[in-house]
């Protein structure tokens, strides 16, 4: 793990910061799933910067930035791309959609008919999609950083658990502190601090680290305490689904790439921990009782690593 500077994380997590003030937590979960190729979904109101960050990210890595509003009248060609006809020459010929990109904003992902955001799925799992029998391979590194709208909210669709499932992460910004929302203020006095956003990596660094993300160790006892917690969800009475042996990679990974950026070639149960409620609890569903109670499924992830021994 010597070829990428230990420093490539850091770079990308300080260039975000010029931009979203005081959340340095959340934008280094969403540079460890980049690194750990995978999606992340970011559920909050309207107007914390959700789309900054996303076109932040982009330019940081000097990566390719396409954004798709869903609407309800959106259909799955405006995102993946379709054949047009031209009758001059007899011929058809593929046009692209916006998910040819490095980074995908779906933004208001929720407001989009499930047909719709179903279209998303075989990106997200596969870097690829399939058209009349086609398959075209995606651009690499390949990110959808989807925002949703919190589900009480007018004219939103629920995503369907086979699609949040695809999602590595599910995070949550939320209003700055006063102090940071005065920095914001102060900064885009003059203009917005996009304008001044240098790339910081090149596509082929975040390729390599990524590949040594997939080399990091994660030693058996880890492993066994990552599945010990897996298990637990599904056994808990409250839940009506436990997570999936998708979700249990997706901590694995979740946990390597952590691990690289505090600078370790090995994971520890404490990047589980730190990690476990971002990545499994949007993959469960609880039950009737359960979610009129009050219970979310962040307190049951939370209440499973409470009573769930690690190992030394």
Known sequence: MNNVPSTLPERIVNNLQSVIRGKPESLKYIVAAFLAGGNVLLEDVPGVGKTTLAKALALSVRGAFKRVQFTPDLLPTDIIGSYIYNPREGTFSFKEGPVFANILLADEINRASPRTQSSLLEAMNENQVTIEGNRFILPAPFMVLATQNPIEFHGTYPLPEAQLDRFLMKLRLGYPESEQEMEILEGQREHHPLEN???VV???????????????RVEKPVARYLLLLVEETRRESRLRLGVSPRGSLSLYRAAQALAFLNGREYALPD?????AVCVLAHRLMLETKTRYSGVTPEHIIEDILAKTKVPT
Do not use: T
């Open 197 to 199: 956003l240098h790339p």
């Open 202 to 216: 090149e596509l082929e660094e975040v390729l390599e680290a990524q590949r040594q993300v997939r080399q990091v």
């Open 271 to 275: 990047d589980i921990k730190e990690i």
